[in-house]
């Protein structure tokens, strides 16, 4: 068996995993850094590790009572081991994949090494020895190590059972540490020292910049090229690679197992080797020393949307020991380096966060509707499907560089218009800024990060002209977010995440000290930002909630899910002025990453995330989109779900099905003034409860109405629609009304849509007729619930429109989940939207009315 791939795998750079505190929890094994660790001006900074507890003691070495190490222990138990080993296999192969990448990525760095060193003593040298040495210093002995390590544990993967052993291994790469520890203490000096050779001789800079790398054995890529800096970080990546994927191995290790131990003692060295490079790390993180004399050290960083003279604007933003700056990257000449320039800075004695009073001195905040910013992620969506396919044709390479740029400024625009949840910074002398997030997460991170700083004995400090500019320009070597969260600086192997639905059942939550009103909302990434996807219900007065409600959740490219704790504000005094301003305290947060290969298995898969010492335990798996999208009609004919609807109206004797109209009544009743109404899920468990009871027409239904969740009851009535058998609006006139939405002449386009509705079955026409009335009144709530015509048109158009699987299956152009997301999905929102926008639209007019062409179609 040939290792795994490591094509696709998550990518965590030195800098994202020590500086977020051994964040193991996120399977990230591939030895290729998404970043190189190097400023563009080619400077090096080594980052510190961060040992203090931030977001979850589960991201950190965990501290016992005696400040010891609490290592973790596996989530074992009877007929969960099997499961196990499975899962130790599956992270083993993966860490298997990225060493193959990483000894590769070793073996290109000595190629050039060994003609180097030989022409050294030659009348015409490129380097000297000495530069040699101190260039490649440890290289080689790395190589070796890694080389026998995997050697060893491939035939380990290729002959797995249950008596295969490990430990060993991993205790003996643990105790060659001290090769890294002597790399480590040359790394600057050899990229120094590499920097000037490249510069002195362009010979070698020649050599440098076009090192190659062979892939791994099953990629289709025989080779990349790198910068030799890029590859001198590599080890510096992989240093904490043991440590992660020793922490999922003792997870998933019974502790009767005999790697237990030998796992157990690999951690506890990798963990100490890291603390004591802590010391030495730490110096080379200072910018410029304080009026003080004392160091200043980079906290956190990363890309903001600020609101500046009325309009949004990208800026990367630094939080320093004692005090936050503002930057923007500076236009710079071709081939120069760039620079960032200081907007502004606050020091730290002297930043407040908005109270409830000051909403009024900020600068207000302009949201765009929602359907652009889908317009935008169908055309980005598109214009993907399409570099895909320009790939793979013969002469593609040239348009596929013009497709990416025009996505790169598509994206770029959505990163800036898409967050909406604002962050206020106010410096006590009166001036505010703002600063527009995608989540609530980033808010409470950045909140976090200042106020921890601020518990420390501040002084307001004012910088010079000089110590601005030293500081603003030492920002590109100290920054550990290197690149905007677009796909234009990703790498083409990097995973495209999932697209589909993803089940998850939030359980249950413990560790809360006091009782208190508490409930959870959902995240997940979509184009380079987060977004809201559910949330239980408050579960009242309580240590230990046990919410057991599951969700289905929309992925568009998703890598990551994450979970918020809150506690429920009820003190109506605390609400804020700002409509998206949550004034609920957040008890916890955490994420995880979505690994196709865990979640996508038939079986439900149970994890925990630990959050300021609350774990929250939950379950999920995934389905992918072209498995969810598919009609297909229900075996049970007695029922309405999957049902035709002239069946059900048939047998019920009535003009629009008896589950439409009494959802479409409740929701009208207690739900119409519920933000995001048809938009926010409703708890799964629910849903299926209420599916049941239509299906076998229970008596008790309108007893259930009145007690179930109004998502839950939105979400039944979308999931009626979408297990049509075929559309509401037929698949016979799915062609048609895609060509009727395309006419440019209003007249025409008049004629067509309305044509096209009175060629529907009487049943479909009174369903449309009813529910397009609805989702206007629905609309009409726009202010409150949020919900515009154009909202509502995302939601239901694709649902009510979208072709059966065999009428879809006639487009063999579509190959892909994301083409199958893309394909048609603008004009189906489009084909809704006319209607809704369209003056009432009476069934009896529309029967009579003789203007409309009436040609069979």
Known sequence: ????????????????????????????????????????????????IDESPTMSPQL???????????????????????????????????????????????????LPMRPLKATATTSQPVLTIQQVETIFYKIQDIFQIHKEFYDALLPSIQQWDEKVTVGHLFQKLASQLGVYKAFVDNYKVALETAEKCSQANSQFQKISE???????????????????????????????????????LLKHTPKDHPDFPLLQDALRISQNFLSSINEEIDPRRTAVTTPKGEARQLVKDGFLVEVSESSRKLRHV????????????????????????????????????????????????????????????????????????????????????????????????????SPTIPFRINNKHGKCYLFLLSSDYERSEWRES??????????????????????????????????????GNKDDEETPGLYGFLHVIVHSAKGFKQSANLYCTLEVDSFGYFVSKAK?????????????????????????LRILCYEKCYDKSMLNKDDNEIVDKIMG?????????????????????????????????FTSRDLSLKRTPSKKQSGVFGVKINVVTKRERSKVPYIVRQCIEEVEKRGIDEVGIYRISGVATDIQALKSAFDTNTKDILVMLSDMDINAIAGTLKLYFRELPEPLLTDRLYPAFMEGIALSDPAAKENCMMHLL????????????????????????????????????????????RPSESESAKGQHITSASDIWSHDVMAQVQVLLYYLQHPPISYAELKRNTLYFSTDV
């Open 210 to 248: 076009n090192l190659k790398v062979k892939g791994p054995k099953d990629s289709k890529d025989c080779t990349t090229t790198s910068s030799m800096e890029a590859l001198l970080y590599k080890p510096i990546d992989r240093v904490t690679r043991s440590t992660l994927v020793l922490h999922d």
């Open 450 to 487: 200042i106020q921890k700083l601020q518990k420390k004995d501040l002084q307001s400090c004012m910088l010079s002209s000089v110590e601005l500019q030293v500081l603003t320009s030492s920002c590109f070597k100290l920054r550990t977010v290197h690149n905007i969260p677009v796909t």
């Open 536 to 560: 239980t219900r408050v579960f009242r007065d309580t240590t230990e909630p046990q919410w057991n409600e599951e969700f289905e959740i929309e992925l568009e490219g998703s890598q990551y």
């Open 589 to 621: 947060k955490g994420q995880v990453q979505l690994d196709p290969q865990t979640v996508q298995s038939k079986n439900w898969h149970m994890d925990v995330i630990e959050m300021n010492g609350i774990k929250v335990e939950f379950s999920m798996k």
């Open 758 to 801: 009175r060629s529907l079955p009487e049943p479909n026409i009174m369903t449309f007729l009813t529910l397009l009335e609805h989702l206007k009144r629905v609309a009409e709530k726009e202010p409150i619930n949020k919900m515009s015509l154009h909202n509502l048109a995302t939601v239901f158009g694709p649902t009510l429109l």
């Open 60 to 110: 950190c070495a965990p501290q016992g009572p005696d400040g010891e190490t609490v290592l973790p222990t596996p989530l074992l138990a009877g007929g969960d081991i099997e499961k196990g080993l499975e899962m130790k296999r599956l992270v083993l192969s993966g860490f298997l994949a990225s060493e193959e990448i990483y000894i590769n990525q070793l073996e290109a760095l000595l």
């Open 318 to 417: 630094f939080l320093f020991t004692d005090l936050l700056l503002c930057a923007k990257m500076k236009k710079t000449a071709v081939g120069r380096h760039q620079q960032y320039e200081c907007k502004w800075y606050i020091p730290l004695a002297d930043l407040t966060f908005q109270t409830l009073d000051d909403s009024d001195a900020c600068p207000s905040i302009q949201v765009l509707p929602e359907h652009e910013i889908e317009e935008m992620k169908i055309k980005i969506s598109v214009l993907k499907n399409e570099i895909q396919k320009e790939k793979k044709a013969p002469k593609g390479q040239s348009r596929v560089e013009r497709l990416r740029k025009k996505m790169n400024e598509q994206e770029s625009w959505l990163l800036l218009h």
């Open 1 to 48: 068996m040939e290792p795994l791939s490591a094509r696709g795998l998550p990518r965590l750079s030195w800098i994202d995993t020590l500086y977020s505190n051994f964040n193991y929890n996120t399977d990230g094994y591939e030895g290729d850094g998404g970043e190189d660790g190097k400023s563009q001006d080619g400077s090096e900074t080594l980052p510190f």
